[in-house]
């Protein structure tokens, strides 16, 4: 049987594994299914159409598939709310809100790590591994893909993306998409490679090296989207780290950020700035 603190509230539409841990305070509201080993520490809210996957702990004052901030959505509207992978850390005043349609919900993969006061915004995608460090936040519709790290203070516009194993400085407001393995800085700027964090991947050497002649041939001249492709493709041939940034350079609905971010010239009108 579950072990549920008496000061806790439970509803009794929710499904709970046997060996749940719910602690003091914590109260789970709706059709909520918490999966093997998930523990509530104490003061934690889950509520609707949430699932929480096995090993799962969420701590005090994390909320859990609340309604979206989203005018267009109002109260009693029908939602796929969140899902939540196998052994996620969702510490203190986390917070991950429910999905605006009915079809497909907001989802964290396994084993992210949500780190104080960091937030996941409606119809969000998470992938495996991502690491979101105090005070990072994901507006609505973003994905971040596997092993990407947010940190603290990182915020992603609504729509954008963040590639594979890409690393975000602290305080990094990004309102276009991060390529696969890169790093960012200030406002959508790129300013190098996730070197430590492909080697730690187990990733080649040789597959680490040509990544690192794709950034600094391509990316470094800052080329518009269509000679971008052209050369990421041709570069991807014999490399799938690089075939893997020119896909998603391919997908992105938002502009990519450049390197060095841009400044303005004398009259006001953007140029893009290099880091050499």
Do not use: W
Not at 144 to 170: D, E, F, K, W
Not at 221 to 245: W, Y
């Amino acid at each position: 049987m579950p072990t549920v603190h008496p000061s806790s509230v439970i509803d009794p539409q929710a499904q709970l594994a046997d060996d749940v841990e719910i602690g003091p305070f914590c109260t789970v509201t709706g059709p909520v299914r918490l999966g093997a080993g998930v523990r509530l520490v104490s003061h934690a809210s889950v509520v609707g159409h949430t699932v929480v996957g096995s090993g799962t702990i969420v701590y005090p004052n994390a909320m859990l598939g609340y309604g979206p901030q989203d005018y267009k959505f109002k109260p009693g509207m029908e939602t796929a709310g969140v899902v939540i992978g196998s052994d996620c850390i969702i510490r203190e005043h986390a917070t991950v809100h429910a999905a605006t349609k009915p079809d497909r919900p907001t989802t964290l993969g396994d084993r992210v790590f949500m780190m104080v006061n960091s937030h996941v915004g409606h119809d969000a995608t998470v992938h495996d591994g991502v690491i979101m460090v105090n005070n990072a936040c994901l507006a609505g519709h973003t994905e971040v893909y596997a092993n990407a790290t947010l940190s603290a203070g990182a915020m992603l516009h609504q729509n954008g993306r963040i590639g594979r194993l890409a690393m975000c400085s602290g305080g990094s407001i990004l309102s276009n998409d991060v390529p696969p393995f890169c790093m960012t800085a200030n406002r959508s700027m790129l300013v190098g490679l996730n070197l430590i964090g492909m080697r730690r991947a187990g990733m080649p050497p040789e597959e680490i090296n040509a990544i690192k002649r794709a950034y600094g041939e391509v990316f470094r001249i800052n080329p518009n989207r269509s000679e971008l492709l052209a050369m990421l493709d041709e570069r991807g041939k014999n490399s799938p780290g690089v075939a893997e940034m020119a896909e998603f350079v391919r997908t992105s609905k938002r502009s990519i950020c450049p390197v060095g971010g841009r400044r303005r010239t004398k009259r006001g009108a953007p140029e893009e700035a290099s880091d050499r």
